[in-house]
């Protein structure tokens, strides 16, 4: 069973950053594109950042391209997503999850974190 925490959440003020880490347990995570997806309060899961296993192929939502960067390292099961510039807009619960593929879309993922709360303050 594959298991994933995410931490590094936090209060933060706007215009300020945050890195979140995704911890895998288990061999799948190096196998297995990584995503990452938020959810404000009253609103639907939301694509964040995609990467392959690879670390060759990447995706972002169009929210928060050019301020948001995703990687991992595959040697020691995590995952990251660097999140810079930060604005109120981007406050949620962010989850990682894990798929055979990347993709966008929520169901085409397997394994989920229990998430972390990012705040950002105006």
């Given at each position: 069973?594959?298991?994933?925490?995410?931490?590094?959440?936090?209060?933060?003020?706007?215009?300020?950053?945050?890195?979140?880490?995704?911890?895998?347990?288990?061999?799948?995570f190096s196998t297995s594109a990584m995503g990452w997806f938020r959810q404000a309060p009253?609103?639907?899961?939301?694509?964040?950042?995609?990467?392959?296993?690879?670390?060759?192929?990447?995706?972002?939502?169009?929210?928060?391209?050019?301020?948001?960067?995703?990687?991992?390292?595959?040697?020691?099961?995590?995952?990251?997503?660097?999140?810079?510039?930060?604005?109120?807009?981007?406050?949620?619960?962010?989850?990682?999850?894990?798929?055979?593929?990347?993709?966008?879309?929520?169901?085409?993922?397997?394994?989920?974190?229990?998430?972390?709360?990012?705040?950002?303050?105006?």
């Open positions: 069973q594959v298991q994933l925490v995410e931490s590094g959440g936090g209060l933060v003020q706007a215009g300020g950053s945050l890195r979140l880490s995704c911890a895998a347990s288990g061999r799948t009253g609103k639907e899961h939301e694509f964040v950042a995609g990467i392959s296993w690879t670390g060759g192929t990447i995706d972002y939502a169009t929210s928060v391209k050019g301020r948001f960067t995703i990687s991992r390292d595959n040697g020691k099961n995590t995952g990251f997503l660097q999140m810079n510039s930060l604005k109120s807009e981007d406050t949620a619960v962010y989850y990682c999850a894990l798929s055979n593929l990347l993709s966008r879309w929520r169901h085409e993922y397997t394994y989920w974190g229990q998430g972390t709360q990012v705040t950002v303050s105006s």
